[in-house]
């Protein structure tokens, strides 16, 4: 039974800190999101924003080196301290991954029916043999791939780069998990191949309903597909909305400079790109105050460098961590009207 | 007038070799017939999917290996075959930047030292290295103190800077630049995009611009040939090519990119390419294009297109060309 009100997953103040004789690194710091039945929330951040090192905490895949606190609840049930045993049931199962390096990942001496079959039978070996096949065509139909009943015996090698992409994404929803995991999934792949994968995995939510977290550094990506998006920097969340307003109404100076440093392949090359000035701060060596406040032309001495900033409710469902949102919006939007 | 670089017709293949004899059994073709000329002081992007021959362009312009055919000129000279000094002065004139800011610069050299290496090697700035040197950090936006550091010291972007620095010293009139900001973060690789630009400008450099990021080279580029397969399938001038393609593929091509703005995005025009490129040791007869085409005929397969262009500049190798606008002008 799934009440769409109740969060699939629900974390809480979580908090990732590695540390060696060097120092302790915190790359996660204080983060809380939920993620509601069916919806698909964007992770967005640079290299170094924690947005990884958050997907590998909610699948239990840190090393034991990381010191976790906080809280991850899966349908309300913690998932943090569980056993390595209790999570292997958990995941592929109900939480589960897409992996991006297709042809890595799948083995080249077993059909992706054999392969389909064994990722549905591992978390429950009561089907029979031609139920666990029926399930393989089933799942390489909902990854859109044609005449699943031949292909099904084929090998991997038989299939072109973004069928492989597809047969992927058909074994992380073998077991028809609550929650999908999409960590960079397009990456490395060149454009025509990314439409391709992006348009299943649209199709694929709206075929099983399950809820995905699509941890990605792109803004167009997110944009095609996120309900709701999470703006990361130096391990901690700066901004929080339903995809509209963070395009449209951006609230936080780093979400800004995010967009405004993007190139548009639908615009004229106007003139200079915004870019940020500096670089982000290192994980263990992380400034006071706002994390961001050493980049930002919007920071006040005294103000932004100090204490911890708290999170700023500018509608029930966007909120932003930032001191000076009123100056942020009086020059982006008051200056326009 | 004569073009900072040309390309004419360059073709470049390299044998696939298998067995215990290492017999010749297929043959790679990398560049079919490759065409561009680069105006002075303007940048020529050249984008395309993995394996569609950009690498090897790139590398063939600066004479990292040689061309089977073809001609390369720099300022009307061919260069394809130049020896001795004249290869050296053209290795001086054309300087490469690679994408890998991690891979392309020594660990343990100071960055001094590697900015110093080209200037020995051309026997450049005899007297005053050191103040080249400074300058040369300057000209890239990085501080002159840093010369003493190592490259593990700096992060991505600024060891882009560094690799940008090293191609500047031996004052090239020619950079090739592969990829030099895909492995950068947004926010820094908008630094480094606007610090191309800038040097452009000043130093009235001219760019082969190599990239698979379509946003990125219509941002910085004058001009715009897209490959496929060891070909050029369209090229022009860059608000032509992007507001007005006319090869299915470039359509395709940028039908495919992401726009950071999500109503545009969830309700464009969309053409998504079925299967992968073929493989370049077997490619398709006629047009290249034509197994993945929407519009491809039995004429595709027989006769290859050739690259005409028309009155606006825009050159396209397509027998059925037809301008398609893909993103509303706002």
């Not at chain 1, 540390?19 to 204080?30: H, K, M, P, Y």
């Not at chain 1, 105050?289 to 100090?306: E, H, I, K, Q």
């Not at chain 2, 080209?118 to 050191?130: M, T, Y």
């Amino acid at each position: 039974m799934s009440n769409s009100d109740t969060p699939v997953l629900e974390v809480t103040d979580l908090r990732v800190q590695f540390s060696n004789d060097a120092g302790t690194a915190t790359s996660v710091d204080g983060l809380s999101f939920e993620l509601m039945p069916g919806e698909t929330l964007g992770v967005v951040g640079e290299s170094g924003s924690g947005k990884s090192v958050t997907s590998m905490a909610v699948m239990g895949l840190l090393p034991k080196a990381a010191k976790v606190t906080g809280s991850i609840r899966l349908r309300g049930e913690e998932l943090l301290g569980k056993s390595e045993d209790a999570m292997q049931s958990v995941r592929g199962q109900r939480i589960a991954m897409v992996f991006q390096d297709a042809l890595a990942a799948l083995n080249p001496v077993h059909t992706v029916g054999e392969q389909l079959m064994e990722a549905v039978q591992v978390h429950d070996s009561s089907k029979t043999k031609s139920q666990l096949r029926a399930r393989a065509i089933e799942l390489l139909d909902t990854v859109g791939i044609p005449s699943p009943k031949q292909r099904v015996d084929q090998y991997p090698h038989e299939f072109s780069g973004g069928m492989r992409q597809r047969i992927m994404i058909a074994m992380s929803i073998a077991n028809d998990p609550d929650v999908l995991i999409a960590d960079e999934p397009t990456t490395a792949l060149d454009v025509t191949v990314q439409a391709q994968v992006l348009d299943v995995l649209r199709r694929v939510q709206e075929r099983t309903g399950s809820a995905m977290l699509l941890i990605t550094h792109d803004l167009g990506v997110v944009a095609g597909l996120a309900d709701r998006v999470l703006v990361m920097y130096a391990g901690k969340m700066v901004e929080q909305a339903p995809i509209e307003p963070i395009f449209y109404e951006t609230a936080h100076p780093y979400t800004l400079g995010l967009l405004d440093s993007m190139p548009r392949i639908d615009q004229d090359a106007g003139s200079k790109l915004f870019s940020i000035p500096g670089m982000p701060p290192k994980p263990t060596a992380l400034p006071e105050g706002c994390r961001f406040s050493p980049r930002c032309s919007f920071a006040v001495a005294g103000l932004c460098d100090v204490g911890e900033i708290p999170v700023i409710d500018i509608d029930p469902d966007h909120s932003a961590v930032c001191l000076r949102l009123d100056e942020v919006r009086e020059l982006r939007h008051g200056g326009a009207a | 007038m004569t073009y900072a670089m040309e390309a004419v017709d360059v073709v470049k293949e390299y044998p696939v070799r298998t067995g215990v004899f290492r017999r010749q059994t297929g043959t790679v073709h990398a560049l079919s017939g490759v065409s561009f000329a680069l105006r002075r002081g303007t940048t020529l992007g050249i984008v395309g999917e993995s394996g569609c021959g950009k690498t090897t362009l790139g590398r063939s312009l600066v004479r990292l290996h040689d061309i089977d055919s073809g001609s390369i000129r720099l300022n009307g000279e061919p260069i394809e075959k130049a020896k001795g000094s004249q290869l050296r002065e053209t290795r001086r004139k054309v300087q490469m930047v690679f994408q890998d800011p991690f891979a392309s610069l020594d660990p343990r050299m100071t960055v001094s030292s590697i900015l110093a290496e080209p200037l020995e090697i051309h026997g450049l700035h005899k007297n005053g290295r050191s103040a080249r040197i400074r300058e040369l950090l300057e000209m890239v936006g990085l501080s002159p103190d840093y010369a003493g550091r190592y490259p593990h010291e700096f992060s991505g972007g600024q060891r882009q800077r560094i690799g940008i620095a090293r191609a500047l010293a031996v004052e090239p009139e020619v950079l090739v630049l592969d990829e030099p900001v895909s492995a950068l973060d947004v926010s820094v690789q908008a630094g480094v995009l606007n610090k191309l630009s800038e040097l452009q400008r000043e130093l009235g450099l001219s760019y082969v611009f190599i990239a698979h990021d379509l946003s990125v080279v219509r941002h910085l580029s004058d001009d715009v040939a897209v490959m496929y397969l060891g070909r050029i399938a369209e090229s022009a001038p860059v608000n032509e090519l992007f507001s007005r393609p006319r090869h299915p593929y470039t359509q395709a091509l940028l039908s495919a990119v992401p726009i950071p703005d999500p109503r545009l995005e969830r309700s464009r025009e969309r053409i998504v390419l079925q299967g992968d490129v073929p493989s370049p040791v077997n490619p398709p007869s006629g047009c290249r294009f034509r197994t993945r085409c929407w519009k491809a005929t039995e004429h595709c397969a027989g006769v290859t297109p050739q690259l005409i262009s028309d009155e606006s500049g825009d050159a396209v190798a397509c027998h059925y060309p037809e301008v398609r606008e893909l993103f509303t002008t706002p």
